[in-house]
């Protein structure tokens, strides 16, 4: 066939052809990592359309502030919160629950970081969960708060607590807040509970818990409620297995807060729970144990880690627990719950959490390394290092302590056995055990690293490293308290402890000068405060008794001083208060209702019209004074039967420079 005469013909063929697929390109990603995909695009479209239909609406998750200017509440309210319904259920609103609370929890009574606007670092899209849907009220947690709540407590939480970027991935958790609550990788409820209590004390929670005590329980306030929550549904899913890792977390949380609280049982129990759980998961051993004996059971009741960072994360949680325990231990005589002898485990790594990126395991010591408290590698040691490494040292002077006695009776051979338990010449500190412990404590200082010797680094408080500091001295207060005779120039465990309570006197001046907020430091350094205050009224009641006026005025100063910085956290810590009343209760008893007037003249009537209670802090110190008063009646005999008069016994007991290393009187 050819074209009409007339038809333009081209040159060439003209060619044309569809357009090609492109090709889909072949992922290796697991089904799980897609689906997750898809739903955050899903969830992404559902929140612009929520975004466009809500204009002029109030967005909850922007008006979670703190409030500033008066404390007089804006409206009356219920502080016996009780959240039972869904976000948006019944009467209660999600504006309701958040004003409700708001009350108590963005408000301080004094100034310092509570009073300044809290700015958060994390910025997340409008939450799905504060949707009106049927299903979306459904899903949401019973009991837990809205959503745009639980992201301001969480990040109040990461901001002001002391092990929250150690305990948790902040990035991690807060992309995980995304998810809709039946998500696999929504946190746990139990988590949240606990971080909502921890969070709200974290701020300003107990601004008003005079106020809210008088009222009725402690059970009765938002913090009290959450952690009660978190507590029912950890003991829940710890006895089904569920989410195990989360559930140790939160139980950490509320062993933290119950501390903060001042629940002494609460926290005794919690803690040791928590480790018999990490026990339960392997998280006290180290890859490198293996046992001697074949055993049909792992070691472990979950999987083992899939990253190196998830393993970090497992083994941070293990040791904030048992530094914890440790800590809270030094207060009382209570048996630990976890021996270290059944710890195997390697150190924390330093800073990996919070970068997400985990360094060479070359150099990292072990729990059993050699020389542990004095060797410090500088590619493994931070302050967190140094942390748990001082709660090793407490933890050996509380064994030390604790069963000693029980070793004196079952005839150990590194005790001197010739003389009663009860008796002066029975003196541990010949024992070699107890040199070596009190040389570590005091080695332990030295050993530090040059930038690691002060908690104040370019006007920048590090707490973990006020804690490291403080630790040293409670431990060989602990050691050398029951055999000081203070009083006498020639006891070196006079000298000891008379020195350490001044060290941390001067410790806390050097805190206080930087106008740093005492509550962040975390809990042990209440007890360091109590028991140097406590130490030092001892040494106020032999100046008395020889009528030392300088000595009385430096002494009187210093306990004051000391007083006024727990009174003063007291207003926000009920931890704090309740020392309060105890060294008001114990420089009373000890030195005199006119030099308790002189300490604390303000509040000498009305907290001597409070009963302290239970407090194994003052049984601890009580049990030490009869200890004492035990060795000098002894002392007292054998003076008037067997030995001469000392002229030791009448010296002067300020030493101006090291004594001797007599040891006994």
């Given at each position: 066939?050819?074209?009409?005469?007339?038809?333009g013909?081209?040159?060439?063929?003209v060619?044309?052809?569809?357009?090609?697929?492109e090709?889909?390109?072949?992922?290796?990603?697991e089904?799980?990592?897609?689906?997750?995909?898809?739903?955050?695009?899903?969830?992404?479209?559902?929140?612009?359309l929520?975004?466009?239909?809500?204009?002029?609406e109030?967005?909850?998750s922007?008006t979670?502030?703190?409030?500033q200017?008066?404390?007089t509440?804006?409206?009356?309210?219920?502080?016996?919160?009780?959240?039972m319904?869904t976000?948006?259920?019944?009467?209660?609103?999600?504006?309701?629950y958040?004003?409700a609370?708001s009350?108590?929890?963005?408000?301080?009574?004094?100034?310092?970081?509570?009073d300044?606007?809290?700015?958060?670092?994390y910025?997340?899209?409008p939450?799905?969960?504060?949707?009106?849907?049927?299903?979306?009220?459904?899903?949401?947690?019973?009991h837990?708060?809205?959503l745009?709540m639980?992201?301001?407590?969480?990040?109040?939480?990461?901001?002001y607590?002391?092990?929250?970027?150690?305990l948790?991935?902040?990035p991690?958790f807060?992309?995980?807040?995304?998810?809709?609550?039946n998500?696999?990788?929504?946190?746990?409820?139990?988590?949240?509970?606990?971080?909502?209590?921890?969070?709200?004390?974290?701020?300003?929670?107990?601004?008003?818990?005079?106020s809210?005590?008088?009222?009725?329980?402690?059970?009765?306030?938002?913090?009290?409620?959450?952690?009660?929550y978190?507590k029912?549904?950890?003991?829940?899913?710890?006895?089904?297995?569920r989410?195990?890792?989360?559930?140790?977390q939160?139980?950490?949380?509320?062993?933290?807060?119950?501390w903060?609280q001042?629940?002494?049982?609460e926290?005794?129990?919690?803690v040791?729970?928590?480790?018999?759980?990490?026990?339960?998961l392997?998280f006290?051993?180290?890859?490198?144990?293996?046992?001697v004996?074949?055993s049909?059971r792992p070691?472990?009741?979950i999987?083992?880690?899939?990253?190196?960072?998830e393993?970090?994360?497992?083994?941070?949680?293990?040791?904030?627990a048992?530094?914890?325990?440790?800590?809270?231990?030094?207060?009382?005589?209570?048996?630990?719950?976890l021996?270290?002898?059944?710890?195997?485990?390697?150190?924390?790594?330093?800073?990996?959490?919070?970068?997400?990126?985990?360094?060479?395991?070359?150099?990292?010591?072990?729990?059993?390394?050699?020389?542990?408290?004095?060797?410090?590698?500088?590619?493994?040691?931070?302050?967190?290092?140094?942390?748990?490494?001082?709660?090793?040292?407490?933890?050996?002077?509380?064994?030390?302590?604790?069963?000693?006695?029980?070793?004196?009776?079952a005839?150990?051979?590194?005790l001197?056995?010739?003389?009663?338990i009860?008796?002066?010449?029975?003196?541990?500190?010949?024992?070699?055990e107890?040199g070596?412990?009190?040389s570590?404590?005091?080695?332990?200082?030295?050993?530090l690293?040059s930038?690691?010797?002060?908690?104040?680094?370019?006007?920048?408080?590090?707490?973990?490293?006020?804690?490291v500091?403080?630790?040293?001295?409670?431990?060989?207060?602990?050691?050398?308290?029951?055999?000081?005779m203070?009083?006498?120039?020639?006891?070196?465990?006079?000298?000891?402890?008379?020195?350490c309570?001044?060290?941390?006197?001067s410790?806390?001046?050097?805190?206080?000068?930087?106008?740093?907020d005492?509550?962040?430091?975390?809990?042990?350094?209440v007890?360091?405060?109590?028991?140097?205050a406590r130490?030092l009224?001892?040494?106020?009641?032999?100046?008395?008794?020889?009528?030392y006026?300088?000595?009385?005025?430096?002494?009187?100063n210093?306990?004051?001083?000391?007083?006024?910085?727990?009174?003063?956290?007291?207003?926000?810590?009920?931890l704090?208060?309740?020392?309060?009343k105890?060294?008001?209760?114990?420089?009373?008893?000890?030195?005199?209702f006119?030099?308790?007037?002189?300490?604390?003249?303000?509040?000498?009537?009305?907290?001597?019209?409070e009963?302290?209670?239970?407090?194994?802090?003052?049984?601890?110190?009580?049990?030490?004074?009869?200890?004492?008063?035990?060795?000098?009646a002894?002392?007292?005999?054998m003076?008037?039967?067997?030995?001469?008069?000392s002229?030791?016994?009448v010296?002067?007991?300020?030493?101006?420079?090291?004594?001797?290393?007599?040891?006994?009187?």
């Amino acid at each position: 066939m050819h074209a009409p005469p007339d038809a333009g013909v081209p040159d060439g063929p003209v060619c044309t052809f569809d357009d090609v697929a492109e090709p889909i390109p072949n992922t290796d990603d697991e089904p799980e990592r897609r689906y997750a995909t898809l739903e955050n695009r899903i969830l992404e479209l559902e929140n612009m359309l929520r975004t466009q239909s809500r204009e002029g609406e109030v967005d909850v998750s922007r008006t979670s502030t703190f409030v500033q200017g008066s404390s007089t509440p804006t409206r009356t309210t219920n502080h016996n919160l009780d959240f039972m319904g869904t976000p948006d259920s019944g009467e209660n609103g999600p504006n309701d629950y958040l004003t409700a609370s708001s009350d108590f929890m963005w408000k301080s009574p004094s100034g310092g970081i509570n009073d300044a606007p809290f700015t958060s670092s994390y910025h997340h899209s409008p939450s799905p969960s504060l949707d009106n849907s049927p299903a979306m009220q459904t899903s949401w947690p019973q009991h837990l708060p809205p959503l745009g709540m639980v992201k301001h407590l969480t990040e109040v939480f990461f901001a002001y607590n002391l092990f929250a970027h150690r305990l948790l991935h902040a990035p991690s958790f807060f992309t995980s807040l995304t998810y809709p609550p039946n998500h696999p990788q929504f946190p746990a409820p139990a988590l949240l509970h606990a971080i909502c209590a921890v969070g709200n004390s974290c701020n300003a929670a107990a601004s008003n818990w005079e106020s809210r005590q008088a009222v009725g329980s402690s059970q009765n306030n938002f913090c009290g409620q959450q952690a009660l929550y978190a507590k029912r549904l950890v003991d829940d899913n710890i006895g089904t297995g569920r989410d195990l890792m989360q559930q140790l977390q939160a139980n950490i949380l509320l062993t933290w807060f119950y501390w903060w609280q001042a629940s002494w049982v609460e926290v005794y129990t919690r803690v040791a729970i928590t480790l018999r759980t990490a026990v339960a998961l392997g998280f006290n051993l180290a890859p490198q144990f293996t046992s001697v004996s074949p055993s049909t059971r792992p070691t472990s009741l979950i999987p083992a880690p899939t990253t190196a960072l998830e393993e970090e994360m497992r083994r941070n949680t293990f040791w904030i627990a048992y530094a914890l325990e440790r800590l809270y231990g030094t207060s009382n005589g209570w048996a630990m719950s976890l021996d270290d002898q059944d710890i195997f485990q390697l150190l924390p790594m330093s800073e990996q959490l919070q970068t997400g990126a985990v360094r060479d395991a070359n150099d990292r010591q072990l729990s059993q390394s050699r020389d542990l408290l004095l060797l410090h590698p500088s590619s493994h040691t931070d302050s967190f290092v140094l942390f748990i490494k001082s709660a090793i040292l407490l933890s050996r002077v509380k064994v030390f302590n604790s069963r000693m006695r029980a070793r004196f009776f079952a005839q150990d051979p590194s005790l001197p056995q010739s003389h009663p338990i009860s008796d002066i010449r029975f003196d541990p500190r010949e024992t070699s055990e107890f040199g070596a412990l009190s040389s570590d404590a005091s080695a332990f200082l030295d050993s530090l690293p040059s930038h690691l010797k002060s908690p104040v680094v370019n006007g920048t408080v590090d707490p973990f490293m006020f804690n490291v500091l403080l630790a040293p001295s409670i431990a060989l207060i602990l050691l050398h308290e029951p055999y000081a005779m203070v009083g006498k120039d020639s006891c070196i465990s006079a000298y000891h402890i008379l020195t350490c309570a001044r060290g941390i006197a001067s410790l806390t001046h050097m805190i206080v000068s930087t106008n740093h907020d005492c509550t962040r430091l975390g809990w042990f350094p209440v007890f360091a405060w109590f028991t140097s205050a406590r130490v030092l009224s001892r040494f106020l009641k032999a100046a008395q008794e020889e009528k030392y006026a300088e000595q009385i005025a430096v002494l009187t100063n210093e306990i004051s001083f000391i007083f006024s910085i727990i009174k003063d956290m007291g207003e926000r810590v009920p931890l704090s208060r309740r020392y309060a009343k105890m060294l008001e209760e114990h420089v009373t008893k000890t030195c005199g209702f006119e030099s308790a007037m002189k300490i604390c003249p303000l509040d000498t009537p009305q907290l001597g019209q409070e009963r302290i209670g239970f407090a194994p802090e003052l049984q601890e110190g009580d049990t030490a004074d009869a200890l004492l008063s035990l060795r000098l009646a002894n002392l007292s005999a054998m003076k008037g039967n067997t030995r001469p008069s000392s002229a030791n016994l009448v010296s002067s007991f300020w030493p101006s420079a090291m004594p001797g290393t007599e040891h006994i009187l």
